[in-house]
């Protein structure tokens, strides 16, 4: 049996290990909170907001200048904003994505009006406050600005925002104008119209319901509103929970208004009903307000109001938003004092960006690189955030509201899986910065499997079916791989992260992803935010299954939309349960495998498969034959750039009878240009097939040059690395700044497509560092170019090793002070210099006749990685391609590099 691991306790001595270093601010000064918050249209547009809350915070708050909704994020930088701009409340925002819909939001909006019982602006336009020009900061801990009241003698309002995970936390200072009689109130809008996007281009309004309860003699106002933009997607199965949905907040003001006045609102605009001394109220397009007096009855300079302002949310219930306002086992102070909650979140957020130490060599655009950077730490380190509550009265036990089985349960949860994204790079960094969330995210995933029958592919609160693919599948390897699981022993100072059981589930819920179709899966065709269908999962798994019976494999272009992006990445997750079903115990494995046999005979008929299989081998074999099946040997594109013969090869939808579709059909966020170099756990195979290293490169070189390549979505974002495989490291050494730099700056514009909740930046962080996980599940990196003469980034040490462990006990990397692995990346010049002479892990050296490879092993508990640059293209890595001669100057030697085609290998190392 495997020994049983006390999951709280775990977390808690990595965190309070974490904790006891205080790690330095000043790396917080690089971080650019506009950046992604811009851009012409959703598309184009980071989809980011400039937010404070702490990583992975379950309520992010930010000055909202739209109405939030799929599409439109509440803050969308313009220069007209920036310019003369007005703000219309600050808003507590669970909206993940761009493309993503709002939940549970709380909000808190200033004001000041006429007389002891002046209007209350409650409609979003009418309550928008004008800036005052440069008083406009923005921070990771603290936003502050200053707001004039309009038409009110002057008067105006400074603001100070701060948050932490689940509680906003405001210091509003009204300042009194010319005129005596007006008077400030502070109005929390609770229910709204909200927009529901239909595809593929209706926004319908609906008007959610919600209460409010005023508590005058507590000083405290609570609410619900039952929003949730994205039910309209909710599976079938699941989706009478969603209706059942419900947000809560509760806000405490340090300022008494039992005296100086409170009430209700419903309604906006000239249709506001208010309803003063009212202490509770229902409804749609509802409010509740607080008003404050100045002290001085006339009207002078310096007649001012302070008000703080705790305002805490709750999936669970308004007993539960009450108490996170003050529950210290989260980190929620219960302080009135706004600075002591900005130093927490800035404490929060050093712990993960102060990790980088970037030494540049002050090239021109060296700080700008750095910004980029530290930022990509910032946005990378928010998603999934948690959705877990503190149990009250129980140190440090979490639990949650599931919206899949409208339950309240004990544990660890976590919303925000942006799954088809982040499988990619995403949880490979997380995987380095933050351990300590792995074991809750993961239990997270198994959670909803438990709770609504299938791992998650687009968690916002409930599943939403958005892209295609079962990449959990890939998240789960990954991490088990990477130490998260199974196979340690306590004597040699691991500690196995989960249980038996929650082995047995994971397996449980991979082997289904693999064997499982959807629901009328040969009639439904699960397009993209396609509702009232169930969970999508594997859409087109019935034919996917029968490869060598029918000549199939593929997912039928006339029955399901996406026909070869979901070929090609079921194959992937196949390989990603074949790589989980060596790491999980055997027995569990076998024991919990059902329907093997039907569809490996349905897999090899006609085939002799007599020499046996197992789930590990029929895997295999599935993920490298059915991608194949789309590949279409003689489709072609002319060499337009690269010259002499067209390009051959190209993955190709094909109906359910075989015949092949047209070359534009079939795909996701790409073409079959970009998906034609979507086999990243055959890399071999893909190169031979496109007729070896030398004219596979062509290839790559066309797709870039030819203007096919859109790095605004994920399928592009291996390519530029896949030059390294094919023995001409050079170019990916290129390909890599030149991306970086086209795609990536120090602006509000400077994410050229959305940050899919932590990809985009995940691959600037990866590439800086040098390296990039090309197959997320094979435990090795493919090298690039690093950006910086030298990065240290000290790794929380993972929750599986305990002080008894070699890492710790004998490894030169090991920093006791901050409680870290160190891995150090050196590479002097490399901000003017791109290529890469020589390279060093460890000591070991990757001659230039050597595959450009680290291995996760190599660096998991620190370690140096000594690059040598230059500023022309070298031998290293195969060059310009390893397959040309190279002659010295001299003309006396030559050298010839060989890589193997088939040495990168996916397996496990
Ligand atoms: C932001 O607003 C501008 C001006 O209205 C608009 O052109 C742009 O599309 C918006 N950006 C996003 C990402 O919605
Ligand atoms: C700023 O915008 C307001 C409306 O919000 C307008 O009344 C005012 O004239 C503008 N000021 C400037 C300097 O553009
Ligand atoms: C709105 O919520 C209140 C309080 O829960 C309830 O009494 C009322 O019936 C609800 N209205 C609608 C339209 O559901
Ligand atoms: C609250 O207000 C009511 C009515 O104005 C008043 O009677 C009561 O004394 C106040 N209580 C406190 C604690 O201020
Ligand atoms: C939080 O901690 C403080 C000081 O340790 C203690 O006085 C207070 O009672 C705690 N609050 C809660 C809600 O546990
Ligand atoms: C599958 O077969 C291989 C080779 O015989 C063996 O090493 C492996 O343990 C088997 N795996 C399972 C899950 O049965
Ligand atoms: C490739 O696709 C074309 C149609 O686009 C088709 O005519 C041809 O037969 C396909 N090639 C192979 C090898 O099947
Ligand atoms: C440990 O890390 C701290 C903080 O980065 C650093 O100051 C110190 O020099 C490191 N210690 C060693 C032995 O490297």
Known sequence: MYPICIASLLSLSSLTGTLAYEWPKYSLYSVNPLIGSAGPEPNLSGGMIPSVAPPFGSTRWVAQNQNSYVSATPFNYTESYMNNGTIHGFMGTRQPAIWMGESAWAAIVPGISSGSEGDIKAGFEERGLPKAAGTEKFGVGLYSVELAIPDSGGSTVHVSMSASSRVGHFLFTFNQGSESEYQPYIFLPTTRAATIFHNPNIFDITYPNGTVHIFPLTSE????????????????????????????????????????????????????MRTEWADSGSGEELGAYARFRFPSSSGTQNNIVTVNVRIATSLISMEQARYNLNANSTNEFGSFNVQETQSATENAWAEKVGRFQVETDGSSDSEEKLAVFLTGVFHAMQYPYEVHEP?????????????????????????????????????????????????????????????????????????????????????????????????????????????TDELTTMWKATWK?????????????????????????????????????????????????????????????????????????????????????????????????????????????????????????????????????????????????????????????????????????DVAELVTRRGGNESFVKSLNEFYDGGWVDFTNEPAHHTPYLYALAGAASYTQERVREIAKSNYNNTPNG??????????????????????????????????????????????????????????????????????????????????????????????????????????????????????MSDQVENWGGGRGAWVETTSDAGNSSTTYSFSEQSYSSTVP
């Open 513 to 681: 992803d693999a064997s499982v179709p959807p629901m009328d899966d040969l009639s439904v065709v699960y397009s993209d935010r396609e509702e009232d269908v169930d969970y999508e999962v594997r859409a087109g798994l019935s034919t996917f299954f029968e490869q060598y019976a029918t000549g199939q494999g593929w997912v039928a272009n006339d029955i399901h939309s996406e026909s070869v992006s979901r070929t090609l990445d079921y194959a992937y997750d196949d390989h990603a349960v074949a790589v989980l079903s060596t790491l999980i115990p055997l027995e569990i494995v076998q024991e919990n495998t059902p329907k093997l046999d039907e569809i490996a005979t349905e897999f090899y008929a006609n085939k002799n498969a007599s020499n046996g299989y197992n789930v590990t081998t029929l895997l295999n074999d599935r993920s490298m034959a059915n991608p194949w099946t789309v590949w279409n040997a003689t489709a072609s594109s002319p060499a337009v750039i690269t010259g002499g013969e067209d390009i051959k090869g190209f993955v190709q939808a094909r109906e359910q009878n075989g015949d092949w579709a047209a070359t534009t059909d079939g795909f996701t966020e790409g073409d079959r240009w970009v998906y034609s170099f979507a086999y990243v756990h």
């Open 751 to 868: 994410l050229s497509g959305n940050e899919d909740c932590g990809q985009m930046s995940a691959w600037y962080v990866f590439s800086a560092m040098g390296f990039y996980p090309v197959n997320p599940v094979s435990g090795v990196y493919v090298v690039g170019s690093p950006f910086f003469s030298s990065l240290t980034v000290s790794m929380p040490v993972p929750p599986f090793i305990t002080p008894s462990h070699s890492s710790i006990t004998s490894n030169p990397y090991y920093n006791s002070t901050t409680n870290s692995f160190d891995l150090r990346i050196s590479a002097p010049g490399a901000e003017t210099k791109p290529y890469v002479k020589s390279l060093k892990v460890n000591g070991r050296v990757i001659a230039d006749g050597e595959e450009p490879l680290i291995s996760h092993e190599e660096i998991r508990f620190g370690g140096l990685i000594e690059f040598e």
């Open 391 to 499: 149990i009250p009265t129980s140190l440090n036990a979490q639990q949650y509201y599931s919206a899949y089985d409208n339950a309240v349960h004990e544990g660890e949860s976590y919303s925000g899986y942006s799954i088809w994204d982040t499988y990619r790079a995403e949880w490979g960094l997380l995987i380095l910065l933050a351990p300590e969330r792995i074991p809750g995210m993961v239990r997270s995933m198994l959670q909803d499997y438990e709770e609504g029958g299938w791992l998650p592919m687009w968690k916002n609160i409930i599943e939403t079916n958005i892209m295609v693919g079962t990449h959990a599948d890939s998240l789960l390897a990954e991490a088990v791989l990477k130490g998260f699981g199974a196979g340690s022993t306590e004597e040699n100072g691991l500690q196995t992260t989960f249980t």
């Open 221 to 272: 106002i609570c609410g619900s509103n039952t929003e949730m933009q994205d039910f309209i997607l909710a599976p079938n199965s699941i989706k009478d929970a969603a209706n059942h949905f419900t947000g809560w907040y509760c806000a405490i003001f340090d300022t008494s208004f039992n005296d100086t006045g409170y009430g209700v609102t419903v309604g906006s605009g000239d249709s506001t």
